[in-house]
């Protein structure tokens, strides 16, 4: 399991006021016709069309395009060309988490609120269902949410209708989420001369040196290119983690052409190499507050600094691709600014460099076979383009294999565009929006290529 520990949003103090409410229009929607003033004009006509499979309780699958949607119901194209309008409570629960989610604009608070009272009208209202998970995302993006949330889920335990506590949003309802941090995500990282950057290095050195002596470990410093190495490994196996280290960061600083020279953490990244499994979940426990439960490495982003965790397993290879693999995502966090690539392509690009620079790797191999069975059985990768942490949804059985190969195909298909469309995100751009301008690819489109180019493959090639 490889799972990445956010910066911890800090949720703005405010004053909330009641008034009209303000209208969250999902990613998706562009406002048309077929909105309703119950939900505050929630939903419209989606451009581009939304790739869906939608099965009613009562009737056979649809395959088709969602061409419209409200607070009450679904419009699906077939591939005929035939519409039906089907209400939500014709479809089960997850089939309307699944969808709305993918409809909405995932980083507004509005939409997630929207999406829960949804939920409970569906009565999903149990602790840990789809309500829940929809009002703590919208509480995590604006706190103000909570009262609505609050207010819905009083009004559906009364048997009243939820939907109407819409009608006295929060101001702060639809602003965008705030991530408090040493620097906002809106703008980049500040460049360091070299004299703040030594400043810098001895700052989060003293931060490392304080993590171990609060955890009762006794581990040596190794100072190798940009990382600090705290560890009890031999001298010989920490040479071979700062070799695949050093090459993890000239990899990266090529593929985004960077110049060669490059200096990104905020001074060095520092990294522990931890031989005992005890010891390991020991330090991420006391120095991070974090349970790795069955991970052998963890990176963790705080404020301007990196810091990676790592167990030496057994399994040489899976202990160094795990190493690579969390590095990878520090570095990526420092490239630029904070800004992060959807989840999908976040963990895809780390697994790929992990496989491209582990030569004896058998992950890559087997990720393309489970990502070739996803396609040949007829699932659609635009599914795991929308799935996320803060919803529950990442990762599901195949998120890895798939995200791992389509960035692979997007490398292969136009590596210059994947730098540039990383660089869009990273400069604050929608990655939808930005596939569009650098691939000229909706992300159905891209799904659509990948299984094409998937088919046409009869084995893995590097």
Not at 201 to 223: C, I, N, P, Y
């Amino acid at each position: 399991m490889r799972t990445m520990d956010r910066m911890t949003s800090l949720l703005r103090g405010m004053l909330v006021c009641a008034l009209i409410v303000t209208t969250a229009v999902g990613a998706h929607a562009q406002r048309g016709g077929g909105a309703t003033d119950r939900w505050g004009g929630w939903g419209g006509v989606v451009e581009p069309a939304l790739r869906a499979t939608l099965r009613p309780m009562d009737g056979a699958a649809i395959r088709g395009e969602i061409v419209s949607w409200t607070g009450e119901d679904v419009t699906i194209r077939d591939q005929g060309g035939a519409e039906s309008l089907l209400r939500w409570d014709e479809l089960d629960a997850r089939q309307v988490y699944e969808t709305t989610r993918r409809l909405i604009d995932t980083d507004n608070a509005g939409d997630w609120l929207r999406v829960g009272v949804l939920m409970l009208t569906l009565g999903e209202d149990g602790s840990g269902g789809f309500a829940e998970r929809s009002f703590a995302v919208a509480a995590r993006l604006d706190a103000a949410t909570a009262l609505v949330a609050d207010a819905a889920r009083r009004a559906h335990a009364a048997g009243g209708d939820p939907v109407k506590t819409l009608s006295a949003t929060p101001e702060s309802l639809n602003t965008a989420p705030d991530r408090s941090g040493a620097n906002a995500d809106e703008g980049p990282w500040p460049e360091l001369s070299e004299a703040q950057r030594a400043v810098e290095t001895a700052r989060v050195r003293a931060r490392a040196e304080a993590m171990v002596r609060g955890a009762g470990l006794a581990l040596s410093q190794t100072d190798a290119g940009e990382f600090i190495l705290f560890t009890d490994l031999d001298e010989k196996a920490t040479k071979e983690a700062a070799a695949q280290l050093e090459r993890m960061y000239r990899a990266l600083v090529r593929t985004l052409e960077l110049p060669a020279e490059t200096r990104l953490f905020q001074g060095k990244a520092v990294v522990f190499l931890l031989t005992k499994r005890d010891e390991f979940v020991h330090l991420e426990r006391e120095a991070f507050g974090v349970d790795p439960n069955g991970a052998i490495g963890m990176c963790h982003l705080r404020d301007a600094d990196v810091f990676v965790v790592c167990h030496k397993a057994e399994d040489e290879t899976a202990y160094m691709s795990t190493l690579i693999h969390e590095t990878v995502h520090g570095f990526m966090y420092r490239y630029k600014s904070p800004a992060e690539l959807p989840i999908w392509a976040n963990e895809g690009l780390a697994d790929y460099i992990a496989g491209f620079l582990l030569t004896n790797s058998l992950e890559p191999g087997r990720h393309w076979t489970q990502a070739k069975a996803f396609v040949r059985s007829g699932e659609d990768a635009s599914d795991v383009l929308y799935q996320s942490y803060e919803d529950g949804t990442w990762p599901e059985k195949d998120s890895y294999a798939v995200s791992h190969m389509l960035v692979r195909h997007m490398l292969r298909r136009d590596a210059r565009a994947m730098k540039q469309w990383i660089d869009d995100i990273k400069d604050g751009l929608d990655w939808r929006g930005s596939l569009r301008e650098r691939f000229a690819l909706t992300p159905n489109q891209l799904a659509d290529d990948f299984a094409a180019a998937m088919t046409r493959e009869s084995y893995y090639k590097r």
